[in-house]
């Protein structure tokens, strides 16, 4: 029901969980402990690790995922699931990524998921944000958490290869409200950097990445601002740290166990502006797509096909 621009009732509420590599195992504790008070979200968004949560959340198996967590017990243990290659444009190929997907998650197409949910990624042709909702579920994800050196990206025909999402939206607030979302949660597990000095060559070129990524991460909280932010502190988590994600787990529910008020402030919240907006520049509204992988191909192979730089098929849709 809506009188004068504003919707009586209780709002579709949207998580959009963002991208941050080990970090991204808070995202399992926020969900179980918003479900414990009550509160599911009606839409959900991820981007890199945040779409690997959000997918087993939409397909509900958060518990195969944590099943998955228990055997992570070391960075040793991590890496049997790392297909370290030197032929590829990365470190590691992917193919051992997927693999866990088809065994744990269970899904192939986003239409399969109990609720909605999307994914960011990044066009490295055209440099542009491409969303992506519906058809192959596990292309997606394995292009969104494709970090540029780290996991190779996915092509997906002459005009696209995409990679992580975290470049362009590490937190994808507007694709939450694109899929119907009034109201959105967003989480940003890279709201405490580390604040240290940096000495060795590698160390600096990679903090100079993470300044570059977190003032990306600031305009774009700015273009697309959440309706509630929660911001876990993760400070001492490195990118390898996967083998932490009871820690991480713990971090998430006890930030939720303290802004509940807050949540059930906004998720009951009978009252929300149908265009409560920030200006965008042109130039942003521009750079996003809509793509989906096609139904009738087999993505399992698409790594091995890089591996032979053999052109992977897709769907061709258009730019909306």
Known sequence: MGLSGVRIGRPRLGLALGSGAARGWVHVGIIRALAEAGIQADVVTGTSAGAVVGAFYAADKLDRLEEFAGELNSIRSTARYMDFSLSQPALIGGRSFVQFLEDYLGVRRFEELKKPFGVCATNLVDMNEVHIYEGALIPAIRASVAVPGFLAPLSAGEDRQLADGGMLNPIPVNLARKL?????????????????????????????????????????????????????????????????????????????????????????????????????????????????????????????????????????????
């Open 180 to 320: 119907g979302a009034e109201i959105v949660i967003g989480v940003d597990v890279n709201s405490h950097p580390q604040l240290k000095r940096f000495d060795s060559i590698t160390t600096i070129l990679n903090r100079s990445m993470e300044v570059m990524m977190n003032r990306i991460r600031i305009n774009n909280r700015h273009f697309f601002p959440a309706d509630l932010w929660l911001e876990p502190d993760l400070s001492d988590y490195g990118f390898f740290d996967l083998h932490r994600h009871q820690t991480a787990i713990d971090v998430g529910r006890r930030l939720v166990q303290e802004r509940i008020d807050d949540i059930r402030r906004f998720r009951d919240h009978h009252f929300i502006a149908s265009e409560k907006r920030v200006r965008i520049p042109d130039m942003l509204s521009r750079a996003r797509e809509y793509f989906s992988f096609g139904a009738n191909e087999d993505y399992s192979k698409l790594d091995a096909e890089l591996e032979n730089d053999s052109q992977s098929p897709a769907d061709e849709n258009e730019v909306d």
